[in-house]
């Protein structure tokens, strides 16, 4: 079941601050995709539960002192916000370079530059998504390391249940592990959770 709250992790000025978006641009064009980056790729990192628990406290106007948020709670709501704020970028740039305008499909243009084409579009997307997996990941391993901080982070749910890995790729590895040793499957199960 969804929440009847809303808090965002991240404001304007954070997303000014540390992403490449710059001073110039209007944060009104990005900021929109923030929220639907938070419940697409947070919530999918922490699980509901978790998600909905920090939402909460943040929604409620809870200052980021003790004893509202535990020092783990900060660092790991400061972990998700770098992941976050790239996110954002990562949805709002297909919308920031071609737009729905009133007779349709547009692209910005302008005096002083040139449109980019669909390649730089494309490239700069996978930079956004490369930093947000970087941070996503680093969220993981906090998540792992720290779990008994957490307990809603293995909580049942019948919504999203947590993702233990994010980054994107065509490895598969085989299920089988049984030339590891006992050391190494401790840390794969922590790390993969299997």
């Known amino acids: 079941m969804a929440a009847t709250f809303s ?3 991240i404001d304007d000025v954070y997303l000014k601050t540390y992403t490449p978006v710059g001073k110039s641009i209007d944060v009104d064009q990005i900021y929109p995709f923030v929220g ?3 419940d697409i790729y947070i919530q999918d990192l922490l699980g509901t539960p978790l998600y909905n628990q ?9 200052t980021f002192s003790q ?6 709670e900060i660092e790991l709501i400061n972990l998700c916000s770098k992941s976050l704020a790239y996110w954002s970028v990562y949805l709002a740039l297909p919308h920031l370079s071609i737009g729905i305008r009133n ?3 547009g692209r910005a243009v302008s005096d002083n530059t040139s449109s980019g084409s669909l390649e730089d579009l494309r490239y700069i997307r996978d930079e956004m998504k490369n930093l947000a997996e970087f941070w996503a990941q680093r969220v993981v391993n906090y998540l792992c390391e720290n779990s008994e901080y957490f307990p809603l982070y293995r909580a049942a749910s ?10 994107d790729s065509d490895i598969y590895i085989e299920e089988v592990y049984k030339d590891l040793t006992a050391d190494q499957l401790k840390l794969l199960q922590k790390y993969i959770g299997k």
């Open 67 to 72: 004893p509202f948020f535990t020092s783990y």
């Open 158 to 167: 019948p919504d999203i249940y947590p993702q233990n890995w994010v980054y």
């Open 36 to 38: 639907e980056a938070q």
């Open 54 to 62: 920090l939402e909460y406290k943040l929604y409620s106007g809870l």
């Open 7 to 9: 808090f965002l992790f």
């Open 103 to 105: 007779i349709g499909l």
